[in-house]
């Protein structure tokens, strides 16, 4: 499997404060990674730097061997809230981020109406979001994010809002995505039964300063169903995790 994203030697200083120690990560093409941590760890640093929206103090970005540090627009990137706009229909949303910059073309209208129609929302097309529960929100806001057409994708908590029913639903929802489409995705949660339930590789960070503390790989086999969560070995990857996370006595938040 070739490698997608190198991020090497990547920190990021605040007035001579490290908010990310010097960090490197590989992730392989078509590889989901997980990133858990306590608040203040960095993780959301280190999206930023990767989408190219905040500059490393040091350390570089590649994308396909490409230096793509400080240039945005090379990955997808889906945050917590939705954002769709209220006075848009789902299917104008979906196509928000190509409409923002030009018109976009039939075959991407013809795009986007398929995506739609295969993964949930064929029927919600001309509903508009306060009409739609928060799992098909966040269906609409995911399926715009592919249409970006990146290789990449950056997920920042996309299902930290749900309940926990429609949590693990958009859990499956996503990896049925995810296997057909091979993106490439880091994704960030402080849920650990959603990290390992999803990941290939679980990436631990820790705070003061921001740093990975471990690469767990989930040798779980896929496609994964719900059955797998009272499993041995996945609550031997849980424990495993929340022991590196909260029993440093030096740590202080918990979060």
Not at 192 to 200: N, Q, R
Request: aromatic share 8%; with cysteine.
């Amino acid at each position: 499997m070739s490698h997608k994203l190198n991020i090497e030697n990547v920190s990021k200083q605040y007035a001579g404060t490290y908010a990310l120690a010097p960090t490197n990560l590989t992730v392989s093409d078509g590889e989901f990674i997980t990133i858990v941590g306590p608040s203040g760890c960095g993780k959301s640093t280190l999206f930023n730097i990767i989408s190219g929206v905040l500059n490393p103090t040091e350390g570089d970005v590649l994308i396909d061997e490409k230096d793509v540090t400080n240039a945005p627009g090379h990955v997808g990137y889906m945050m917590q809230k939705d954002l769709l706009l209220p006075w848009k229909s789902t299917f104008e949303n979906i196509l928000l981020g190509i409409s923002l910059t030009r018109k976009a073309s039939k075959e991407e209208q013809e795009r986007a109406a398929t995506l739609a129609e295969r993964y949930g929302l064929g029927t919600f097309l001309n509903n508009f979001p306060h009409t739609m529960s928060g799992g098909m929100r966040q269906r609409a806001a995911f399926l715009r994010t592919l249409m970006f057409n990146k290789d990449v994708l950056l997920l920042d908590e996309p299902f930290g809002a749900l309940d926990s029913q429609t949590r693990f639903s958009m859990q499956q929802w996503l990896l049925d995505v995810w296997s057909e489409q091979r993106r490439t995705i880091l994704f960030i949660t402080h849920d650990v039964e959603e990290a390992v339930f999803l990941a290939d590789r679980v990436v631990v960070m820790s705070p003061r300063p921001g740093r990975i503390e471990e690469i767990i790989p989930i040798e779980i086999e896929r496609p994964r169903e719900r059955g797998i969560l009272t499993s041995e070995a996945f609550i031997a990857y849980k424990r495993q995790i929340l022991d590196l996370i909260y029993t440093d006595p030096d740590r202080s938040d918990h979060e």
